[in-house]
């Protein structure tokens, strides 16, 4: 979360919400507790956090990028890379129909493995993406990066059938990049280019030519398209449960029965 910058936006219809947050550096986290003493935030790495699963309405971060894992035993097997494993651990706690609006590297829609986007399709749905140029940090943090901010809602169940942006394709300029960018070249606010990188040619979101973000980026999120119905609080559903039901007199006593 850094110093908290996502909680100092909170819009003010929001402003009721209790707030949650985690941050790895100590000096940012302790910024943010004092800038947001009411909210729950833990200084610790997000993989020694103990946020239980299918919890959260919406949650919101700029994930850290790397080329490198983190030890959680949970999620060892599938192997993520970082980005990928913030993805998946933050989609696993929202509860269903919760929504989440994450910035990962453009490496998650793009890279060849689909493995992270099948077990993020499995539990969720893209409700939009849109591709930064990679200028979009420069003045903030100094680096030059492509990113794409990921907008998710949590499925009620799990599902095996698998959408087109688990997979790549060409565009118009024959660069490989995913097929949601494909069918939506509208939501890449720059121009896809091949460059040389430090181990051969790779894709990059180049900034178009006088173009301002801010306006581009206002004009892309009104194509993000989803609605959010509260959480059905538990207690009124435990209120409505019946106290007994009938006993079968084919069941015997003491045994368990559907």
């Given at each position: 979360m850094g110093?908290?910058?996502?909680?100092?936006?909170?819009?003010?219809?929001?402003?009721?919400?209790?707030l949650y947050g985690v941050e790895l550096d100590s000096i940012s986290g302790r910024i943010a507790k004092l800038l947001y003493p009411d909210a729950n935030i833990q200084i610790k790495g997000f993989e020694k956090t103990d946020y239980?699963?299918?919890?959260?309405?919406?949650?919101?971060g700029n994930v850290p990028f790397g080329a490198y894992k983190v030890n959680d035993r949970q999620y060892d097997r599938y192997n993520f890379m970082i980005h990928d494993y913030f993805l998946a651990k933050t989609i696993d706690q929202l509860r269903p129909?919760?929504?989440?609006?994450?910035?990962?590297?453009?490496?998650?829609?793009?890279k060849a493995?689909?493995?992270?986007?099948?077990?993020?399709?499995?539990?969720?749905?893209?409700?939009g993406a849109i591709r930064l140029p990679n200028t979009a940090f420069k003045a903030?943090?100094?680096?030059?990066?492509?990113?794409d901010i990921l907008f998710?809602?949590?499925?009620?169940?799990?599902?095996?059938?698998?959408?087109?942006?688990?997979?790549?394709?060409?565009?118009?300029?024959?660069?490989?990049i995913n097929k949601y960018f494909v069918q939506h070249p509208g939501m890449i606010l720059g121009e896809m280019k091949e460059v040389s990188g430090p181990y051969g040619m790779e894709t990059t979101c180049a900034p178009m030519e006088g173009a301002v973000l801010e306006l581009q980026l206002q004009e892309a999120v009104k194509h993000i398209k989803g609605s959010m119905v509260p959480a059905v609080d538990v207690e009124t559903e435990l209120?409505?449960?019946?106290e007994s039901i009938p006993a079968d007199p084919n069941v015997r006593n003491y045994s368990y029965t559907v």
């Open positions: 110093v908290g910058n996502f909680f100092g936006k909170l819009p003010e219809n929001l402003n009721q919400s209790k239980p699963n299918d919890f959260f309405d919406v949650a919101i129909g919760g929504v989440a609006a994450l910035i990962t590297t453009k490496g998650t829609m793009d493995s689909p493995e992270v986007r099948k077990y993020l399709a499995e539990r969720a749905d893209l409700l903030n943090a100094g680096t030059e990066v492509s990113a998710f809602q949590k499925r009620e169940s799990f599902t095996k059938e698998m959408p087109d942006w688990v997979n790549l394709e060409s565009d118009a300029n024959g660069i490989t209120d409505e449960m019946p």
